[in-house]
């Protein structure tokens, strides 16, 4: 046997070896390891219903997609259309580009053109529009540090900073405030 097949077989030797350890060594999840990114189920083209406590329905969202964080159980939902029930069956509207639900359900984040409307047929008539807003169901709350613009027939108010009673329709801001009213005669 010549040097250069001893060296062959020796290299080939080698490489087995090598490639033998290295799949022995290989990094394998455990099996009841939870991936952090990655949802355990996603839902598509569906409306859920909260309920509270009670038993009373607290809050609707329909999307286009919804999936869950398996981790701490929250929903990151895209693009979705939020109904906050009132009396009478109506509801107040929420929409975003994105949204993310706690896994209770007790806080709503909306993200990305955030636009508000009170329930049709409603005194309330002030729709407002911001790039993020939290809201607290429980509480009857909607809160925001941005920009706030809340419009009605007649009049746009801006400010800084918003907090709003879902329930009693008041509604605050916080700082920078700029209000523009056009009587009806100028209409």
Known sequence: MSWRTTLGLVLLLAAIVSGWSAWKNRDIPEPDRVVADRSDYVMRDFEMIALNSEGVEAVAVRAPEMARNPVDQTFSITTPLFLLPEEEGRSWELRAKTGWLAAKGEELRLRGDVHGTPPKGSAQTAEFRTEQLNVFPNRDLATSDDLVTLT???????????????????????????????????R
């Open 152 to 186: 009605q027939p007649g009049s746009r108010l801006s400010g800084r900073g918003f907090e709003m009673n879902l329930k009693t329709k008041a509604y605050e801001l916080k700082s920078q405030v700029k209000s523009i009213y056009e009587p009806r005669s100028a």
